[in-house]
């Protein structure tokens, strides 16, 4: 029997992700069932879901918003799936169907489905049915099978570094794909949804292993500014989705909170303000910034959590949303702006304090001396990323631009 929705755990305690079930590819070998054409697929996402937010990025960094139609639910995950409410930028009702939640979308595809109705669903509005609800393979798709449609520079063939799947790297990148997602993508949920003491032990000193690893790895010259080197690859897609929510709400919500990136890991901190802030062609104009939404995250976790604790309830406690870490995220320092403007990346840790900030393992960090000399952790990171007061103000002023510009398509209706 399939368990509740909002328990999320099984029986044991531990959270165990099932995995997808519809698995079909679009292609252009004859014959194909799901051939590649224009608006003739629909993409269902939430944009608080990490595995949807891979699909969206894709999808922008490909340019293929007039080729696949893009369908947003609402922040809510109730026993009936994702809901089409008219609010936070989901339509009053799903446009092809007029469904109001998507367990009415999987039962037209396939109306013996016993299993979940999640996002990512890539959806064929001709035969009526859902493609594939897996992202990893959602993703791998966007990347070529749609590039006859496309301008010559977004087409994979024209890409510098080969895409993002490059042949001579899909070793390393299925690798670390691999141990990434076990420990890390879905790490901070097997670790966030635990009701075992047991089975939270089990998993968070992974999690951060895992984390570790990534830091060690990005010290390396040569996955530098990105994972894999020059070239944004799949491996940065997919590491990117949970970095983006890791201060804002695995560290709170989920209780991930050995370490926080921004202080804990300086290199992958770097890596992820790298890309955030980037607004040139490597990331479409800045696709991966626009595409995060840090209250969304606060909020969809945090909902999601207390609905275990209460048994799937709505009832008898209030959304209190965390209001750190300020800021979301922090802006480059002048001298990694420079840097990035010149071609050339640093190590974050070149004359940084040792210890905990230059990205020590948990073990190391435990048993570590970082000494007072007049200075605290917290002090030393400060002097090793000070911004200039012309960045200062620019950060200062875009967040105040953002904020009255504001986002009515976004905002939370609590």
Known sequence: ????IHKHADEDGHFRRPASAFRNFISDEPGSRFPPEKDRYVLYVNYGCPWAHRTILVRALKSLEPIIELVVTDFDLTENGWLFTGRNGSPTAEPLYGFTNLKQLYLKADPNYKGRYTVPTLWDKKQHTIVNNESSEIIR?????????????????????????????RSEIDAMNDWVYNTINNGVYKVGFATTQEAYDANIYPLFSSLD??????????????LFGEHLTEADVRLYTTMIRFDAAYVTIFQCNLRDIRHGYPRISRWLRNIYWDQTDRTNNGVFKKTSFFEIYKYGYYKAKHRQLYGGSDLGWNVVLPRGPVPD?????????????????SSPTNGAPTGIIAGMSINEAAAADLGDEDMSPKQRLER???????????????????????????????
């Open 213 to 226: 690893r990534i830091e060690k790895h990005l010290a390396n010259p040569a996955h530098q500014p990105f």
């Open 384 to 414: 090793a990323t000070t911004h200039g007061d012309e960045n200062k103000k620019w950060y200062k002023a875009a967040k105040k631009a953002e904020k009255q510009a504001g986002a009515a398509n976004m905002h939370l209706a609590l």
């Open 1 to 4: 029997m399939q368990r509740p």
């Open 141 to 169: 798709m966007f990347y070529t099978t749609f590039d006859s449609f496309l301008d010559p520079q977004h087409r994979e063939v024209n890409k510098l570094g080969g895409g993002f799947y490059p042949e001579g790297l």
């Open 329 to 345: 995220i922090e802006p480059l320092t002048d001298e990694e702006e420079a840097q990035i403007s010149g071609g050339t990346v």
